[in-house]
């Protein structure tokens, strides 16, 4: 699990108590993915904060560590959401349509056509990926496998 202020909480089999396990950041952290127990994938930011930059982690197995991203065009302070296919395979979503893409070597930034917030993803396929969120309006997006094409629903509520 991952919260507020960087804190990652694990309970393993067999266990009652949680472990807290530190990540180094004070960030909140707004979602969490795991692909196995040595491959997992947290985000964050603080949207709050004047100087603030969006924070992805990665846990293998022994400790956290924070990715290096990308420059991005748009004053984005945090990732929502993040979903791995596979270990080579990781798309994370934040605000002002922020959409980063791992291919098991680096991050890339990849155009979402939007600048409206991207709060959550889910997969059927590692290329078919819906992304979702808004504001004032809903935004849907979708994954390909290669990009993200993006699209704003007129008088639908932001989704979650």
């Given at each position: 699990m991952?919260?507020?202020?960087?804190?990652?909480?694990?309970?393993?089999?067999?266990?009652?108590?949680?472990?807290?396990?530190?990540?180094?950041?004070?960030?909140?952290?707004?979602?969490?993915?795991?692909?196995?127990?040595?491959d997992?994938?947290?985000?964050?930011?603080?949207?709050?904060?004047?100087?603030?930059?969006?924070v992805?982690?990665?846990?293998?197995?022994?400790?956290?560590r924070?990715?290096?991203?990308?420059?991005?065009?748009?004053?984005?302070?945090?990732?929502?959401?993040v979903?791995?296919?596979?270990?080579?395979?990781?798309?994370?979503?934040?605000?002002?349509?922020?959409v980063?893409?791992?291919?098991?070597?680096?991050?890339?930034?990849?155009?979402?056509?939007?600048?409206?917030?991207?709060?959550?993803?889910?997969?059927?396929?590692?290329?078919n990926?819906?992304?979702?969120?808004?504001?004032?309006?809903?935004?849907?997006?979708?994954?390909?496998?290669?990009?993200?094409?993006?699209?704003?629903?007129?008088?639908?509520?932001?989704?979650?």
């Amino acid at each position: 699990m991952a919260g507020e202020r960087g804190v990652t909480l694990r309970r393993k089999a067999g266990q009652e108590e949680f472990e807290v396990i530190p990540t180094g950041v004070e960030a909140p952290l707004w979602g969490i993915w795991a692909t196995s127990p040595d491959d997992v994938w947290t985000v964050g930011g603080d949207i709050a904060a004047e100087d603030a930059a969006p924070v992805l982690m990665h846990w293998d197995g022994s400790g956290w560590r924070q990715e290096t991203l990308p420059a991005t065009d748009r004053p984005a302070k945090a990732l929502f959401k993040v979903l791995a296919s596979a270990d080579d395979d990781v798309l994370a979503v934040g605000q002002f349509g922020l959409v980063y893409h791992f291919n098991g070597q680096d991050w890339r930034l990849v155009s979402s056509g939007t600048s409206e917030d991207f709060i959550s993803l889910w997969g059927l396929s590692p290329d078919n990926i819906a992304i979702v969120g808004g504001r004032s309006n809903a935004v849907l997006g979708r994954w390909d496998g290669q990009g993200v094409t993006s699209e704003v629903l007129p008088g639908q509520p932001a989704m979650n």
